[in-house]
């Protein structure tokens, strides 16, 4: 049984920072990909970065620049570092992880940045 379990969210004021984390039961070196989502009131879930297993990093366009995902295989952890955050980024976020096409999710922490 697959566990992520993110941590990191709070609330923080536009243009400032927050780094989230998501930390897996196993090793995520057996996941084809891992990968951040987001879900604000009223809105459908959207990707907002993902990292394959060989590397291959993703950003939605409306945080590239901004964002940096990244991946500690040491630590079964995945990072989303977020920068200049602005008011639209508030929402709650996932951590996501598919292997052989089986999709699993953490329970997601919420982000809220302030005007």
């Known amino acids: 049984q697959v566990q992520l379990v993110e941590s990191g969210g709070g609330l923080v004021q536009a243009g400032g920072s927050l780094r989230l984390s998501c930390a897996a039961s196993?090793?995520?070196?057996?996941?084809?990909?891992m990968g951040w989502h987001r879900q604000a009131p009223g809105k459908q879930r959207e990707l907002v970065a993902s990292?394959?297993?060989?590397?291959?990093?993703n950003y939605a366009d409306s945080v590239k620049g901004r964002f940096t995902i990244s991946r500690d295989n040491a630590k079964n952890t995945v990072y989303l570092q977020m920068n200049s955050l602005k008011p639209e980024d508030t929402a709650v976020y996932y951590c996501k992880a598919l292997r052989q096409f089986n999709p699993y999710w953490g329970q997601g922490t919420q982000v809220t940045v302030s005007p």
């Open positions: 196993g090793s995520i070196v057996s996941f084809n990909a």
């Open positions: 990292i394959t297993s060989v590397g291959t990093i």
